[in-house]
Each structure stands twice: as structure tokens, then as C-alpha cells.
């Protein structure tokens, strides 16, 4: 069974500010791991993904996330928080078989405060 | 390349009624996915296709609920005799055969409101 598991439902920075996004991923096997945005009425866009290559994996607008085993983390930051990233955050789990069904956290919506 | 489609964007029906929503994937993704998010819940898995045969079925996607992909396109999603808890947003996605690209591209959504 996958699951993962976002800390914390709402996170608020100043602009700025460092952004740190929790999540923590339960797997059996191997996983792959995704970081998503979603911006209010709109779609999921991929931010950022693991597939078992370098663990310090960077994405669009800045966001970069450390695949730790040992932790079953993959923690989402950003250096400095800028207005245009208020959005919810969602982390996701799958791995290599067939159907490669996504599992995903409830979300984290990030607040960024001028 | 215009990414994945969804229509409409927005639906509202009244308890009872049947609804129907399209999926246009992006082209050559031979896999398509549909999810449903309730308010403050990240995307469920529903079901999916392997070109234009289904290939698993969520226990959510009760009998009321019924996809089909019929030339390995486009891929409907219909729910008969609505409920008020059938309302959220459904969401699409695309993948290419999942042994080169696993990544899965999303669409902007239907919302469904049943009143």
C-alpha cells in the first residue's frame, strides 16, 4: 500500500521568507514521488518529481525537494517565498507497475503575506 | 501541443439528473486518467485507460458511474441519477506508456454541482 502524508493544512510565509512544504511517503517498493500545484479553478501542474535519480530534484519557479529514504521524505522548499506562489501544494506517490495509479496528500495550502 | 481539455468546465444539475463530461488527453498519451478532489482533499483515483481499454476501476466509481474511451482518444465520464455527494471537481490526466514517461499531465477540471 502507498500513501502519503502532508503536515500542516495551511502554511503562511512572508514574502521573502523560506517555504518549506511537508510530506512524508509510506511504499513498499521503490517509490516515485511528485510535487504539484494548483492554483484556485484550475488544474494540477507539475512542479517537481523523483524517479529513483538524484535525490536533490529542482523544479519550476525556483521549488527544489530532497528525496530522504531513511526519513520517507520528500519535503518541498523554496529560498524565497514571492506572492505569485500562494496556491495549494499537493504531494504525490506511485511507483514503476502497471496502472501507476497516484496517490495523493490532502494538500497544504501556502499563504504568502507581503 | 494544448495539453489536456476538459468540458465543461463547470456543471450544474439537479439531483436525479444524468450528467456526461469529456476528456481530451494530449495527443500519442496512450493512458488516461480520471479523479475526483472534494473540497479540502487531494485528487481520488476514480479509473483509467490503456488506450481505449479499461483497465482498473476505483471501489468510488459506484454503478452510477461509467467511462469509457471508446477509439483510445478522448474519453467520456458519465453519472446517472446524480447524488448532492457527487458534488466536487473531476480531473483528467494523461500519461505516455508509463515505462518511459510516468509522469501524468492534468486537465483544468469539471465542477459538478448537483443541487
Known amino acids: 500500500a502507498q500513501s502519503v502524508t502532508q503536515l500542516g493544512s495551511h502554511v503562511s510565509v512572508s514574502e521573502g521568507a523560506l517555504v518549506l512544504l511537508r510530506c512524508n511517503y509510506s511504499s513498499s517498493v521503490p517509490p516515485y514521488l511528485f510535487w504539484y500545484v494548483q492554483y484556485p479553478n484550475q488544474g494540477l501542474q507539475l512542479l517537481l518529481k523523483y524517479t529513483s535519480a538524484a535525490t536533490l530534484v529542482k523544479g519550476i519557479n525556483g521549488f527544489e525537494a530532497e528525496f530522504k529514504k531513511s526519513e520517507t521524505s520528500f519535503h518541498l522548499t523554496k529560498p524565497s517565498a514571492h506572492m505569485s506562489d500562494a496556491a495549494e501544494y499537493f504531494c504525490a506517490v506511485t511507483h514503476e507497475a502497471p496502472g501507476n495509479q497516484f496517490y495523493f496528500g490532502t494538500g497544504t495550502s501556502l499563504t504568502v503575506i507581503p | 501541443d494544448t495539453g489536456v481539455s476538459q468540458d465543461p468546465r463547470h456543471k450544474i444539475t439537479k439531483r436525479g439528473q444524468n450528467v456526461t463530461f469529456r476528456c481530451d488527453p494530449i495527443?500519442?498519451?496512450?493512458?488516461l486518467y480520471w479523479y475526483r478532489q472534494t473540497l479540502g482533499q487531494g485528487p481520488e483515483f476514480l479509473t483509467y485507460f490503456q488506450n481505449e481499454a479499461q483497465l482498473e476501476k476505483s471501489r468510488l466509481l459506484s454503478d452510477r458511474f461509467s467511462a469509457e474511451r471508446p477509439k483510445g482518444s478522448f474519453s467520456t465520464l458519465e453519472i446517472q441519477r446524480t447524488e448532492q455527494g457527487d458534488s466536487a471537481m473531476y480531473l483528467c490526466?494523461?500519461?505516455?506508456?508509463?515505462?518511459?514517461?510516468?509522469?501524468?499531465?492534468f486537465g483544468p477540471g469539471t465542477r459538478l454541482l448537483v443541487l
Open positions: 490526466a494523461s500519461s505516455f506508456d508509463p515505462r518511459f514517461e510516468e509522469t501524468q499531465y
Open positions: 495527443s500519442e498519451h496512450n493512458r
